[in-house]
């Protein structure tokens, strides 16, 4: 059987529509079972990533693990080992890769090597920003039909969390890639502004785009993630131009392509697919 964490987010739901359409056994973690709405084979598990004695059930009789890292999750490998775990597929992140210390590449790069400690067969996942990034940006397109950010004209090349799913139950279900690091990227580079400009199209509105100043960005912000990886997000777009020019964030790879047999999809066709959220 396959635990399945993180289940009701971006990418574990997908991992686990997966795993379920593959025949496979699926059990998932989550803190609210109410959040959960799979069908009746797949096993819900209520735990907590960060609190070791709620995770002993979920453990039992589990091979494989899809794990995303939340702060304080750091005994899970360890204690996945002691239960009988044999693979551990992370969710890590590219920002692993940047050639600038940041703290989200620290925070995953730590949660590889307590996995790489733990003595579990590992597979980690670095994908870069994820499409559903842009979903941050519904409110006021809803409203005002306008998207406020900095750094308008950064690419990056954002991945549909669909893509990484496909990845991610792939690597759990098939043989050869243990101990592999698979860097995962969308088809192509966009910056804000041309992801504004692909909502328009999608949505049927003029939708436009207002450069936010940095210090305002930034504070509006840090009422809704930790001031650290703020910091590190506006430092990683701010260098982006210079620094970390032909790195990860802004080349194009061929790693879902590889591992699924299919394109990665592309943001137009993520917009279209959640256009939904943004009417
Ligand atoms: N966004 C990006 O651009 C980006 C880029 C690279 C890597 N990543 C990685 O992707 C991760 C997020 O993945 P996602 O977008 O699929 O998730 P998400 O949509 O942000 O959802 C978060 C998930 O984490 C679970 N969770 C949170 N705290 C938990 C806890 N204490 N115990 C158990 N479960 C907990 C939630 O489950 P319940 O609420 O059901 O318990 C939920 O399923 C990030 O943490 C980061 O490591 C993100």
Same mark, same amino acid.
């Given at each position: ?22 025949? @496979?056994?699926? /059990? ?27 995770? !002993? %059930? ?9 794990? $995303?890292?939340?702060?304080?999750? #750091?005994?899970? &490998? !360890?204690?996945? !080992? ?50 559903? *990034?842009?979903? /941050? ?21 954002? $991945?549909? &969390? ?12 098939? %043989? ?28 049927? %509105?003029?939708? /436009?785009?207002? @450069?936010?100043? #940095? ?15 703020? #910091? ?21 790879? *061929? ?6 047999? @299919?394109?990665? /999809? ?14």
């Amino acid at each position: 059987m396959i635990l399945v964490t993180g289940a009701t987010g971006n990418v574990g739901r997908q991992v686990v529509e997966d795993l379920y359409k593959g025949g @496979h056994q699926v /059990r998932v973690l989550t803190r609210n079972p109410a959040k959960v709405s799979f069908p009746a084979e797949v096993e819900v598990a209520v735990g907590d990533l960060t609190a070791p004695q709620t995770l !002993k %059930k979920a453990f039992d009789g589990i091979q494989s693990v899809y794990f $995303i890292r939340v702060p304080g999750s #750091e005994a899970f &490998p !360890k204690i996945a !080992k002691a239960s009988g775990v044999e693979h551990i597929v992370f969710l890590s992140s590219s920002a692993v890769e940047l050639p600038v210390e940041n703290a989200i590449g620290r925070n995953h790069f730590n949660t590889e090597e307590l996995i790489r400690q733990s003595g579990l067969k590992w597979t980690f996942l670095r994908p870069g920003a994820f499409m559903s *990034n842009a979903l /941050r940006w519904a409110g006021t397109i809803r409203t005002e039909s306008v998207v406020r950010a900095p750094f308008g004209d950064v690419g990056t090349t954002p $991945i549909d &969390p669909r893509d990484i799913a496909n990845v991610a139950s792939k690597v759990l279900v098939s %043989k050869g890639h243990e101990g592999e690091i698979y860097t995962l990227t969308g088809p192509e580079l966009l910056t804000p502004i041309e992801q504004v400009k692909i909502l328009s199209n999608v949505l049927g %509105k003029d939708i /436009r785009f207002e @450069h936010l100043p #940095e210090d305002i960005a930034k504070e509006t912000m840090k009422r809704f993630a930790p001031s650290e990886i703020v #910091e590190t997000l506006f430092q990683i777009s701010r260098d982006t131009p210079t620094v970390v020019l032909n790195t990860v964030l802004n080349t194009v790879l *061929n790693t879902v392509l590889n591992i699924t047999g @299919h394109q990665p /999809r592309t943001f137009e066709q993520w917009a279209a697919d959640n256009a939904g959220a943004f009417q």
